[in-house]
């Protein structure tokens, strides 16, 4: 027990308890006889917003090395136009964002010559590049200011020390820099990668069928309410419960100090 505690706070575990009782109360008070014709759509809609998640985060954070080292690094241009897409991004809202690269980007490739006759073609009449990377750069906007900060806040003497024992500026970056701003940024990633989760529904506002568009999916056929959305708020809780606890596994099988 004392080896769970660890792993997981007692107040997360009281409050899994106390939700499992009130989803066990929905069942038994509620009707769910529509779940058994919509368990395979809810899986595909499961397996989207999965991968979705995982594709954009990993995306997302490569992107957000390179920017946040920018800022501290320069050039001064390039770290100009990385401040400046970090502005931009978290500056604006998300469903503005993906509105804009699906319907200004996806109205304008049509109108390239030859574009139709291209290995392009079949996937940008699909919704779904569109949507991954409007979530992937959202993710490298927010993650790339994190960095930013990390690199900056790794001491000097370490970096000098590298040098020292002769040690060429790529070295350092991939040897020490890098490896100390990770550290510096893992413990706000659990939360970035929450928030990352919970902004994946938007993407049913451009026709992708996520789990969140199942459920309005069922509603609008089956006339239920409270049935869907309480399965959709477990399915939520449950997947950010499984990322909570694989990244403070992550998170502690590092050391974290200075």
Not at 12 to 32: M, P
Request: proline share 7%; hydrophobic share 55%; aromatic share 12%.
């Amino acid at each position: 027990m004392s080896a769970l505690f660890r792993i997981i706070p007692p107040h997360r575990i009281l409050y899994a308890l106390i939700g499992t009782a009130l989803f066990v109360a929905a069942i038994r008070g509620l009707n769910w006889d529509w779940l058994p014709k919509y368990l395979p759509l809810l899986g595909q809609g499961l397996w989207t917003t999965v991968w979705l998640l995982f594709a954009s985060v990993g995306l997302g954070f490569l992107m957000a090395v390179p920017i946040g080292l920018v800022q501290v690094t320069g050039p001064r241009p390039l770290a100009w136009l990385a401040r400046g897409f970090c502005t931009i991004i978290r500056g604006t809202p998300l469903l503005l964002q993906l509105w804009l690269i699906y319907y200004g980007l996806g109205s304008l490739f049509p109108q390239i010559p030859g574009i139709r006759d291209t290995w392009l073609w079949p996937y940008l009449r699909e919704a779904w590049p569109f949507a991954l990377a409007a979530l992937t750069l959202s993710f490298a906007g927010y993650e790339g200011e994190v960095m930013r900060g990390a690199f900056a806040g790794v001491p000097k003497g370490e970096l000098e020390a590298a040098r020292a024992f002769g040690m060429s500026r790529g070295q350092v970056l991939r040897r020490v820099w890098l490896p100390r701003a990770f550290l510096r940024a893992l413990p706000t990633l659990t939360g970035e990668v929450i928030l990352q989760l919970k902004s994946t529904p938007l993407v049913a506002t451009v026709t992708m069928i996520d789990i969140y568009a199942v459920i309005s999916k069922v509603r609008q056929e089956t006339f239920q309410i409270y049935a869907p959305l309480l399965l959709l708020a477990a399915m939520y809780m449950i997947l950010a419960g499984v990322l909570i606890v694989l990244l403070r596994r992550v998170e502690k099988g590092f050391p974290t100090d200075g």
